[in-house]
């Protein structure tokens, strides 16, 4: 298990160097990268703050009608979520009164710059 800070959560984030709506993570069951503008594709709301929750919490295969997580992951969307009682996530994000928040793990800057320009690329 990873445990991070807030601020250390962000920097993160903000290393990946893509635009809000880009920011990536991956899921801890199937592996894939997943940012804000999958889920608005996916019709699970139309801006960021819309998705914001789900984002790094639930995975994109939720609103894709994927299937639960395989023994080894395929490359496919799964449809794990941190909110159940199988605690199987890797990063937990501790807040200042020392509560820690499961996430789904930052993905790099690499994965976070390809996947965005994928997005892009499909238009
Ligand atoms: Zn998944």
Redesign the pocket.
Known sequence: MKRVSIPEFHSALKAQGVAKVHLAFK??????V?SASDFIAAFAGNTFDDVEKYLGFS???RWTG?GA?RKKPDGR????TLGGFLKLHQLEVVDDEGRAHPRFEVATPEEAQQHAALIETAG
Do not use: E, H, K
Request: hydrophobic fraction near 25%.
């Open positions: 899921c801890p069951l199937c592996g894939t997943q995975c994109i295969g994927a997580p969307p799964c449809n794990w």
